[in-house]
């Protein structure tokens, strides 16, 4: 069984910056591509990025990328989702995911564990 823990989120201002973190039990962390997912009120859950089982590969959504920045540790069973120059609309509340499939999938449905969530706020 595959339990994720998000933590890190917060209030900030427009322009600051926070890293969110995801912790990973059960099952061999180190062969699954992770990704991490953000749903704000009222709009569906949506994609933010990705990271292949290694680190090597990492893909972003365009409205975070060049802002975000997810690496992983693959020794402390934990992926990271780092987010500077954060603007009102990241205001979400952020997920990790682990992928059922190979590294590269925008889909929530190609994930199978969910984290339970953390809030993020953007404001002034």
């Known amino acids: 069984q595959v339990q994720l823990v998000e933590s890190g989120g917060g209030l900030v201002q427009p322009g600051g910056s926070l890293r969110l973190s995801c912790a990973a039990s059960g099952r061999t962390f180190s062969t699954y591509a992770m990704g991490w997912f953000r749903q704000a009120p009222g709009k569906e859950r949506e994609f933010v990025g990705c990271i292949s089982y290694s680190g090597g590969d990492v893909y972003y959504a365009d409205s975070v990328k060049g802002r975000f920045t997810i690496s992983r540790d693959n020794a402390k069973k934990a992926v990271y989702l780092q987010m500077n120059s954060l603007k009102p609309e990241d205001t979400a509340v952020y997920y990790c995911?682990?992928?059922?499939?190979?590294?590269?999938?925008?889909?929530?449905?190609?994930?199978?564990?969910w984290g339970q969530g953390t809030q993020v706020t953007v404001s002034s």
């Open positions: 995911a682990w992928a059922r499939v190979s590294f590269g999938s925008t889909s929530s449905r190609d994930y199978d564990y």
